[in-house]
């Protein structure tokens, strides 16, 4: 006689058995054809590189100049506002003197843009910013010092921008 124990593990065999039957006729009917596929190396084709094609545009010198005044007036005007902000914030000794010397380095590259009439202008503002730059190289003072350099920067910055904005000195450039 057969146990239930040993009946039930019969049949948990014979099932197994049959399943694996099922799968191998399953496979055999269909083919491995997808399988092989997957197997086997394609052989590699080399890409077609597409060639690049680069059509230069040519600006007129006016064209330049009017791009280049507008790109150092703001290059100027973030290099000032990011001094300011550095005093106010008290950022490093080494920041503030790099931020004044990026204004006055973009403030005379501006300067070449315009005739001599409005150069001599600017001239006023330039040397009022390196005033305002040396005196932050000698040390940024303390306390009331501060809110005046704050001051002075701010109204230098105020007064380039009214008379050296782009629609003001557009009929006076070289």
Known sequence: MINSGQGLRIRVYSVFFLTACCLLLA????????????????????????????VPQEYG??????????KYLVYWRSWQ??????????????????????AVANLEKLRTFLKEEKQNTLDIYLSELKKLRDEIKSG???GAGIEILKNRLRINRRNILHNFMYSKVKDDLK
Do not use: M, W
Not at 33 to 54: Q, S
């Open 140 to 142: 940024v003072p303390a």
């Open 61 to 70: 010198p006016e064209f330049e100049k009017e791009t280049l005044y507008k």
């Open 27 to 54: 496979t055999f009917l269909c083919g491995c054809e997808t399988l092989r596929r997957k197997f086997i190396r394609n052989p590699k084709h080399e890409k077609k590189a597409e060639e690049a094609v680069f």
């Open 81 to 102: 506002d990011e001094l300011i902000t550095a005093i106010e914030a008290n950022l490093s000794y080494k920041k503030q003197i790099d931020c004044a010397e990026q």
